[in-house]
């Protein structure tokens, strides 16, 4: 069952998840422990994730637990259709092809919910969602969630008192939020506008709008390439960090007029917008890194363009009426899945855990949690962490029974 763009692909997909496998130590840990006490035999999973070869090794992960995966992509654009053919050859059900319409792409989700999960794992709250709206949550025993404008979607179900099964927030684990958000999307972001730009960093000024986790990594990799960094803000204490860090801080009405290159990362609607593609530089590059592709004004900036022309595989121009062009990259969806491969495996490897992790604590507790946005807690932080560092060959130091007994007293 399921629907890919091509089968013949499934030799290439193998051979990059096995590169992808490599990488990813601890869920490899996970794995072999799940072949031995398969906790998800029987689960029926469904998933809403990017189909990247990261995803393709959980995805292998809680097979080998004992769980039948049901598979749809989390944005229409960042599938791998190698890693797709690679995954439904070995028997997962897979609804995903790169370039699906909006349309395919609700009924890749459509598909995942009538393969009637037990657990599902979201990127984005698509999914989730989808299931609330069909009012399909009855089987459903809990959730997880893989990032920050998803965890934001299901606290407001929460909030309304509509969540119908518990979710864990994934994305909120420190060996998450901490780690994928700014060290894995600050390097992808900025590969998939090189590979979409071939530009030079050194020099050029980037703007970064928004300083929370991603644009705290992208701000950071853009320095370390040379770039001129400027960072805007709505939040002051986010804003006051930026500028301790070494950053020039405004407010984009002026961010606009200087930068030359644009990315996008706070989960919000409309950071880039009409007003200041009118005053933007010829040839200024705008990129999202956040979750959905609302965070330029896309429809804006082609009511504005008088011509637009397709320069390179996700890289558009926009020709403004007096003349000026402005470049967009990868339809203003995440650039970093969509001009790139998404995070290296190596950080995957410690969100994957989290995930795997999640899904089984979910199937072990079903029925005793809350309808709840719940946190993975601090102890499987410490795991996963422990557990990346042994397989990086690094030790720490432990805490001698003086220190914790010092740590503990008030004296
Ligand atoms: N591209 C990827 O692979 C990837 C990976 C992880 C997260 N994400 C997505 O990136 C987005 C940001 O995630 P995060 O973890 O950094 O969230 P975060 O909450 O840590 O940071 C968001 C920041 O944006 C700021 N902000 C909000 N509106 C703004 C505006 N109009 N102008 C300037 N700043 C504004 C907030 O004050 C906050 O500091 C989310 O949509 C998340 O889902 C993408």
């Known amino acids: 069952m399921g629907r890919i763009r091509d089968p013949s692909l499934s030799e290439r997909g193998r051979r990059q998840i096995e590169w992808a496998e490599r990488h990813m130590p601890v869920l490899l840990r996970i794995r ?25 090794a959980l995805v292998r992960t809680l097979e080998a637990g004992g769980a039948e995966v049901c598979l749809a992509a989390s944005n229409p654009l960042s599938t791998q259709d190698d890693v797709a053919a690679a995954l439904s050859e070995g028997g997962t059900d897979v609804y995903a092809w790169r370039g699906q319409t909006e349309e395919e792409y609700r ?28 009012g399909a949550a009855e089987g459903v025993w809990g959730g997880t969630e893989e990032t920050t404008t998803g ?28 780690f994928d958000n700014v060290y894995g999307t600050g390097q992808s972001a900025l590969d998939g506008i090189i590979r979409a730009t071939n530009i030079l960093l050194a020099g050029k000024r980037v703007v970064v709008a928004g300083y929370g986790h991603v644009g705290r990594g992208i701000a950071a990799r853009a320095r370390g390439m040379g770039a001129r960094v400027i960072v805007t803000e709505v939040d002051p204490v986010q804003a006051l960090r930026a500028v301790m860090d070494g950053y020039d801080v405004m407010p984009m009405s002026e961010a606009a007029r200087v930068g030359d290159v644009f990315v996008t990362a706070t989960g919000n609607v409309d950071v880039l917008r009409g007003e200041h593609f009118a005053v933007m530089r010829d ?20 009511e504005a363009a008088r011509e637009v022309r397709r320069v390179r595989p996700n890289l558009e121009e926009y020709v ?15 650039v970093n899945l969509v001009a790139a491969e998404g995070h290296p ?21 079903r029925g005793r949690l809350q309808p709840r946005v719940i946190g993975v807690p601090p102890e499987v932080d410490r795991e996963i962490a422990s ?16 220190q914790e007994a010092y740590l503990r007293s008030w004296r």
């Not at 909030?159 to 927030?169: H, I, S």
């Not at 950080?347 to 979910?362: G, P």
Request: charged share 25%; proline share 3%.
């Open 32 to 56: 072999s422990r799940f072949a031995r006490e398969t906790p998800l035999e029987g689960v029926k999973i469904g998933a809403c994730l990017h189909v990247t070869k990261e995803t393709a």
């Open 283 to 302: 040839g200024a590059v705008l990129a999202n890194a956040g979750h959905f592709d609302v965070e330029i004004s896309v429809g804006e900036i082609r």
């Open 151 to 178: 965890v934001i979607r299901i606290r407001a179900l929460e909030r309304e008192g509509r969540l119908a099964y518990p979710v864990v927030a994934v994305n909120n684990a420190a060996t998450k939020w901490d």
């Open 345 to 365: 495996s190596e950080v995957m490897d410690i969100s994957f855990a989290n995930q795997a992790l999640a899904v089984e604590r979910l199937v072990a507790e």
């Open 320 to 334: 403004m009426p007096d003349g000026r062009r402005i470049y967009l990259l990868a339809e203003g969806r995440l």
């Open 107 to 134: 009924w890749a989700i459509d598909m995942v919910i009538r393969s009637g999960p037990n657990v599902t794992m979201d990127d984005g709250g698509d999914l989730t969602v989808a299931i609330h709206e069909a």
């Open 387 to 402: 557990l990346k560092l042994e397989s990086m060959g690094i030790s720490i130091d432990k805490l001698s029974p003086e």
